[in-house]
């Protein structure tokens, strides 16, 4: 447990809420008393930083905003502190082709969505079942580049996301880690899920950058998640918990695990009944 928790990080999707829906009243409740008491609160995410994501505390009806926001899984990160956010490099063109062509068969023997993040790039292929929610989610078109990888890769970006069916993302990792597992990495955000970037990027990473930007102890921060993403910053902060119905590899990591699951407010209640009450804040 942390003695004096300075900030808190988690991630957003089955974390703190379901994709797209409304903070559970355990968590707006945890979230007004920590920041009431200068408790930093910020979100980590593998979403691009946006103004769909600056704007995510007024979507919830919070009268405040997150003091900081790490996205694209670590590369890049924002807080109220410095004006300008920081940003990974991005992936250049020629590197986007080259994995493209190489998980082609692979792409098309299952219909693979695949679409580039970061960079302003919404370059996207085979645009159905979950590319089509997370349009209709996130409010904007993917721009349509079907069997034309050299068209996909006209901007660079900062990772490649290919959506699946579990038994073709056991492909992919298989076949791209075999070439690539020198340079790349995959993390796996949701089920079905096969994110490709750099190594060494990773929200654990964006929250050590951050951490070290504001002269803040990793061992004074609480951090919350779910899944294979959220790994590395549930182990590098001073305390990591995962989600009840969180992914078993994530539950490993995790330093405890909450009683109840996303959708119940796991992570305010959790936040209310182990710090909260016992520091007489409420």
Known sequence: MIENIRAFAADIDMTLTAKGSDLPEATVEAFRVMHENGILLGLATGRELNKRLYDQAATWGLDYQFDFLIGM???????????????????????????????????????????????????????????????????????????????????????????????????????FLARYSDRFQIIGSFPGTVEVMEKGINKGTGLQRFAEMNGIDMKEIITFGDNENDNEMLIRSGWGVCLKDGQEITKAVADDITEQTCLEGGVGHYLIDKYLKPKHLM
Not at 155 to 172: D, G, M, N, Q, S
């Open 73 to 175: 899984n670590g590369g890049m990160i924002w807080d109220r502190f410095h004006e300008e956010p920081w940003l990974m490099d991005l992936m250049d063109q020629e590197t986007m082709k080259e994995i493209l062509y190489y998980l082609k068969p692979v792409i098309d023997q299952y219909e693979v969505s695949v679409n580039a993040e970061g960079g302003g790039n919404n370059a996207a292929m085979n645009i159905h079942g979950e590319l089509i929610s997370s349009m209709i989610r996130r409010g904007f078109k993917f721009d349509d580049y079907t069997g034309d990888i050299e068209g996909f890769c006209e901007k660079p970006c900062c990772k490649l996301l290919f959506r699946t069916t579990p038994e073709a993302e056991a492909v992919i990792r298989e076949r």
